[in-house]
Structure formats: C-alpha cells, structure tokens
C-alpha cells in the first residue's frame, strides 16, 4: 500500500461479472418494459410469477479476489483468470413464489433439457399441486 501512496495511485479489487452478448441489453430492457406496463394494472405482480433460475458454479469461478489490490492513477477494471488443476461443478435449480423459495434442487452434472424437465414434471408439480390453490394457478 505504501507504494501506491508513493505515485499516488489508488488501490483497486477485481470484480467479477457475468459476460454479456450484444443481443442481451435489447431483451433485458424489452423485459423490464413488459414487468413495469404489467405493475401498472397489477401492484401485486412480482408475487403472481413463478421465478425461476437455474446456475451452475465451478472452481474456476469461485476465485478469491477480497486481498487481490491493484494500483493504479485510474480505475483499470481488471480481470483476472485462474487456473485449477482440480475441477469441479455443481447446478442449482430454484424457483421462488410469493417471495418464498419454494425449491431448491441441485445435481453434480450438467442440466440437461430431460433433467429440466424432470425438475418441472416432478418436484415443481407435486409443490404446485400441494400448495398453490387453484385461483392462485389460474394468476400464476
């Protein structure tokens, strides 16, 4: 640190961040649109969808950056890329509704379109039809 004082740089932390594609801000912002006309006939709105997500962590993505400082005149928004010989992964699949996680499921192997569908058709169904009354399904 005291070198960054010297040539009176400041110190700065990597931050990690999803990779974008150019298609991504039209869909977000066409997205954020249809959520705020829909929030202006309905207050209720974010509790009547189902929210889903799914993720999949890795070693690779789980740097530890919080004692990585770099100095700089000005902010070099650095990226940094690491390598482990030990690779590892782990999916998760959740879904929240009336702002409660209503499942959480996780697998060790890639998603696949047939375990999606299984996470749908099984868990998500059983829950559905156990908890949800049918007027709320019909808003959902």
């Known amino acids: 640190m005291e070198n960054f004082k010297r040539i009176r740089a400041y110190p700065y932390r990597i931050t990690l961040g999803q990779y974008l594609l150019p298609r991504d ?3 977000r912002f066409d997205f954020c649109n249809f959520i705020l006309s829909k929030c202006d006939k309905v207050s209720t709105l974010a509790k009547e969808i ?4 799914e993720s999949q962590f890795t070693r690779e993505e789980s740097a530890n950056i919080l004692d990585s400082h770099f100095g700089a005149l000005e902010n070099p928004q650095n990226l940094s890329p690491n390598n482990h010989q030990v690779r ?14 209503i499942w959480l499921f996780s697998f060790d192997d890639a998603l696949t379109s047939t375990k999606y569908m299984h996470i749908l058709s099984r868990p ?3 829950y559905l039809e156990e908890s949800v009354s049918l007027s709320d399904l019909s808003r959902m």
């Open 124 to 126: 998500l169904s059983d």
């Open 50 to 53: 189902l929210w889903t997500d």
């Open 25 to 27: 801000r039209e869909r």
């Open 88 to 101: 590892w992964s782990v999916n998760v699949w959740c879904g929240i509704w009336k702002l409660n996680l």
